[in-house]
């Protein structure tokens, strides 16, 4: 899990990031995979589907 801290400021953009990895115990291919942020067991992103060889890359912010 990747977290961001911004300084003090004003600022209202949100930090974007890129997460890649790969789904082991296979290759696993059209898994869903997404970012649970607070650990509830719910997807807090968009999902993706994993390729043949198992690897995957979501584009998220947290909010």
């Keep these: 899990m990747l977290s961001a801290c911004g300084g003090g400021g004003s600022s209202s953009q949100i930090p974007l990031f890129t997460k890649t990895g790969r789904v082991i115990k296979g290759p696993i291919e059209n898994a869903i995979v997404g ?12 999902s993706v589907m994993t390729d043949a060889s198992g690897y995957y890359s979501i584009n998220a912010s947290q909010k």
Excluded at 35 to 46: A, F, K, R
């Design 35 to 46: 970012l649970d942020y607070d650990g509830d067991g719910v997807i807090d992103t968009s």
